[in-house]
């Protein structure tokens, strides 16, 4: 249930007027609580019908409308870090009709989007880069004698990570005109927001403090000793009520804690600050979920909402029939049973324990769980250290977040052929949260890399299979599988490990062999029935069952390779690099993800965009099998 705000409610609601920023600003300060309190429920509604990112939104309706009331958007540049937080941004800034179009295919993408408006001017979808985005456009800026706020907004998960502080100490060298708000919905230091923390945030964004700040910095510059001594007596201060001492060794002015959720004073401390210039970071604290009750209570559950589905008649299930497992949940169920086994096992996660099945291990062996937070490099090297000590680390990462630690994957594990397992989740196309998290490159970007061993399992059962053929290989694994639930296969309870490289024949045909990697195997099963085709579940992209493709390629007449994975570099590359060494001379057809950034829309519609469906894939056999003029049994 949404808190109630007393409020004397306008005949038009306030949110109803507002069509831009421009509008926002022509609204009296006193009716901007009303326009937070109809802006969270339209949130709820909008969200409630697509789905998507929810807590970190309405933790952040007051700094939002405080930062377009103050600011010249979008000639001020806002950037928001991640993007969660971004819909109520989207909504004051044009979009509020269509928000019920989000994360559809056609609509609004889930994270700011540089070509779907002028007021997204970064577009973003992992973590830590706002920093260095918008201190790019003030050197930027700066060039073109442009004048204008630079303004990022990061939570307190995305600041942890290297790259933030990279560009901290940079803007720190620079000296100019950036503003960085540290929203932090830690709850552990909301108590530290109380009156006196309060008045030295709101003193040290006032004018007269900072002018006799910098005044006092230019008399006294010409007796250093009394400087420094100075100097240190304001470091002291702003470390006994704050913990700003850090920002302030790195060049920047820092003004909190402030009250995230006061809009008046929101909007006072950032009209003070916009007369500043020079590096400043504004602390304020938020409640993730801010004014919806099961949200507050359950910030980390109601990170994001699924869509409210209207209530329907219950359907009788027949008893002890448990619902399939998704291949997160299989990789923790695996993980726990392995852990009880072997004690040299741990597990490392960046900040995604929870969506990486996680969370059973994490309570059931706590001493060896490791959430390193929105740090992906350092997860890698962490877990290269623990190699060097005979541990088995299982380092549980998204694809699309383990590009970020890929120098770390290269130089500190498979170079030194270390003994660490990947488990990567989120491979292939995940969907509503669109190109920022789909994992379309992992096999590209991981078969090339040596003394690496590169599995993709077909089902729940392979799944188990190739995570403990990684744990018993001496060496870099990885093994990847896609988002959501498989196809319903019964997990084997041995769970043994399989020969290293060798596929399976999962169908005998003629003509057409087609060699599945992963999530395609099934489509390729459904295609195949169509021609009477043959399947291979190569299990194995590096290294290749290379027999099993020799004898597929002397036996038909044409091979097909499909992977959920950019066809460039991918499985299917790695195929047509053997059967060129080998000398075959057979037609070959490589399927699998375009060469572009395909938008979001539910996975199943946008394999079948690309032809990765089964009818996808039987018309382009079909097609092929007409150009190289073979004959082939079609139904």
Known sequence: ???????????????????????????????????????????????????????????????????????????????????????????????????????????????????????????????????????????????????????????????????AFEALNHAGHIDDNILVILNDNNMSISNNVGGLSSYFARMWASKPYN?????????????????????????????????????????????????????????????????????????????????????????????????????????????????????????????????????????????????????????????????????????????????CESLKPVVAIYSTFLQRAYDQLIHDVALQNLDVLFAIDRAGLVGEDGPTHAGSFDLSFLRCIPNMLVMAPSNEDETCKLLTTGYAYSGPAAVRYPRGKGPGVVIDPAMEAVEIGKGVLRRKGRTVAILAFGSMVQTAMEAAEQIDATVADMRFVKPLDEELIGDLATSHQLVVSIEENTVLGGAGSAINEYLLYANYSIPVLNLGLPDRFLDHGKIADMLAEVGLDASGVLQAIKQKLAACKIQSKVS
């Not at 919806?292 to 359907?315: C, Q």
């Not at 291990?361 to 490099?377: G, K």
């Open 1 to 163: 249930m949404l808190e109630e705000i007393p409020a004397t409610r306008p005949e038009t609601p306030l949110l109803d007027q507002i069509e831009s920023p421009e509008d926002l600003k022509r609204l009296d300060l006193s009716q901007l609580d009303e326009l937070a309190r109809e802006l969270r429920l339209f949130l709820l509604y909008s969200v409630g019908q697509t789905g998507g990112h929810f807590g970190a939104g309405l933790g952040v309706v007051e700094l939002t409308i405080a930062l377009h009331y103050v600011f010249d958007t979008p000639t001020d540049r806002l950037v928001w870090d991640v993007g969660h937080q971004a819909y109520p941004h989207k909504i004051l800034t044009g979009r509020r009709e269509r928000m019920l179009t989000m994360r559809q295919s056609g609509g609004l993408a889930a994270f700011p989007n540089r070509n779907e408006s002028e007021y997204d001017t970064f577009g973003v979808g992992h973590s830590s880069t706002s920093i260095s985005a918008v201190l790019g456009m003030l050197v930027a800026g700066r060039m073109q004698d442009k004048d204008r706020h630079n303004i990022a907004v990061i939570g307190d998960g995305a600041m942890t990570a290297g790259m």
């Open 211 to 387: 002018f006799i700040r910098k005044g006092s910095k230019q008399v006294l510059s010409r007796i250093p000793p009394v400087l420094k001594a100075a100097h240190r007596a304001e470091e002291y201060m702003k470390g006994m009520v704050s913990p700003g001492t850090l920002f302030e060794e790195i060049g920047f002015n820092y003004i909190g804690l402030i009250d995230g959720h006061d809009t008046e004073r929101l909007v006072e401390i950032l009209s003070n600050i916009k007369t500043l210039r020079g590096p400043k970071l504004l602390h304020i604290v938020t409640q993730k979920g801010k004014g919806y009750l099961e949200s507050e209570n359950d910030p980390f559950g109601m990170h994001a909402l699924s869509k409210i589905a209207p209530k329907a008649k219950p359907v009788s299930k027949p008893e002890n029939v448990k619902p399939a497992p998704t291949y997160s949940q299989v990789f923790g169920q695996w993980l726990c049973k392995m852990a009880e086994q072997d004690d040299s096992i741990v597990g490392i996660t960046p900040a995604m324990g929870e969506g990486s099945g996680m969370r059973e291990f994490s309570e059931r062996f706590p001493e060896r769980f490791h959430d390193v937070a929105i740090a992906e490099q350092h997860a890698v090297t962490f877990a290269a250290g623990m190699a």
